[in-house]
Nanobody, 123 residues
Framework: QVQLVESGGGLVQAGGSLRLSCAAS????????MGWFRQAPGKEREFVSA????????YYTDSVKGRFTISRDNAKNTVSLQMNSLKPDDTAVYYC????????????????WGQGTQVTVSS
């Protein structure tokens, strides 16, 4: 049974930082691209960042480039999202997701999802 468990969300002031982590089990982690998505109230789930199975390739949505950094540790089956210079617009539930092989920006391409962790950025 595949499980993805996010942690690290919370309440932070604008300009602050948070580090999200996602622990994976039940899958051959090094064979999966991992993505981070977010969903704000009343909005569709949107792509934030993704990393290829080996971690060589990464991709970010424009709004987080230069502020967020995705990384993975295949020995520990974890993927992280370091979020700096947070803005109120970053407020959302953040989800990690896994798909086999290549990274993708489309939520529908991902096979497994975590339960999400709330990130709230106050102004």
């Amino acid at each position: 049974q595949v499980q993805l468990v996010e942690s690290g969300g919370g309440l932070v002031q604008a300009g602050g930082s948070l580090r999200l982590s996602c622990a994976a089990s039940g899958l051959t982690f090094s064979s999966y691209a991992m993505g981070w998505f977010r969903q704000a109230p009343g909005k569709e789930r949107e792509f934030v960042s993704a990393t290829s199975p080996g971690g060589i390739y990464t991709y970010y949505t424009d709004s987080v480039k230069g502020r967020f950094t995705i990384s993975r540790d295949n020995a520990k089956n974890t993927v992280s999202l370091q979020m700096n210079s947070l803005k109120p617009d970053d407020t959302a539930v953040y989800y990690c997701a896994a798909r086999t092989m290549r990274l993708s920006t489309a939520p529908s391409d991902y096979n497994y999802w975590g339960q999400g962790t709330q990130v709230t950025v106050s102004s």
